[in-house]
């Protein structure tokens, strides 16, 4: 099946640090969606990219959808405590009926 | 609103047992999807629906059934419990094909 690579695994950090994390891809994606989830909760929406190139901020968060249209980025900056989770990239192949791919995940730990 | 909410937050069975993770969302979305997480992996998208009475098999669909017969709610039924389906389970809405999609706070389920 198509394959969805996500990089690193985790990442210890320390606060103050920026992170970055990308998500790579065999096919092509109409769009790009990155998650966090906290321990025994869902996933919740950070950023939400549609268009190749495009390059959204929410915050400290910084995101970038490839222009190849085959991979995205994250990046924290300044990192908190607060931002210790698991970091899920998630894409929609074209035609694939609003299916989303995700990541296997970063786990993002902070210490003081 | 409450958004999506899953129900049991936790359940235990037994091989061969069955059960229903019931799922409703309250910001009429049309499309609901179930995923299962298992441990270091992403999601993997179980069933779909586009709308009440419309259903699909998304990627990984055996063992489980599902029904839509209201917008509001998307319950997944287990007929006869593997140790395999040992997971957490996820279900989601979103508006719209190629967006965001909400996620409910999960079920864990131990199938010993």
């Known amino acids: 099946g198509q394959q969805l690579n996500q990089s690193p695994q985790s990442m210890f950090i320390q606060e103050g640090e920026d992170v970055s994390m990308n998500c790579t891809s065999s096919?092509?994606?109409?769009?790009w969606l990155w998650y966090k989830q906290e321990p025994g909760e869902g996933p919740v929406l950070l950023i939400a990219?549609?268009?190749?190139?495009e390059l959204t901020s929410n915050g400290r968060l910084t995101a970038q959808f490839g222009i190849t249209r085959k991979d995205s980025f994250l990046n924290i900056s300044a990192s908190i405590p607060s931002d210790v989770g698991i970091y899920f990239c998630?894409?929609?192949?074209?035609?694939?009926?609003?299916?989303?791919?995700f990541g296997a995940g970063t786990q993002v730990v902070v210490t003081p | 609103n409450a958004g999506v909410t899953q129900t049991p937050k936790f359940r235990i069975l037994k091989i061969g047992q069955s059960m229903t993770l019931q799922c409703a969302q309250d910001?009429?979305?049309?499309?609901m999807y179930w995923y299962r997480q298992d441990p270091g992996m992403g999601l993997k998208l179980i069933y779909y629906?586009?709308?009440?009475?419309?259903?699909d098999k998304g990627e990984v669909p055996n063992g489980y059934n599902v029904s839509r017969s209201t917008t509001e709610d998307f319950p997944l039924r287990l007929e006869l419990a593997a140790p395999s389906q040992t997971s957490v389970y996820f279900c989601?809405?979103?508006?719209?094909?190629?967006?965001?999609?909400?996620f409910g706070p999960g079920t864990r389920l131990t199938v010993l």
């Open positions: 989601a809405s979103s508006l719209v094909l190629a967006d965001e999609q909400f």
């Open positions: 096919s092509i994606f109409n769009t």
């Open positions: 990219l549609y268009k190749a190139g």
């Open positions: 998630a894409g929609q192949v074209t035609d694939s009926w609003g299916k989303l791919q």
């Open positions: 910001m009429n979305h049309n499309y």
């Open positions: 629906s586009v709308g009440a009475g419309i259903t």
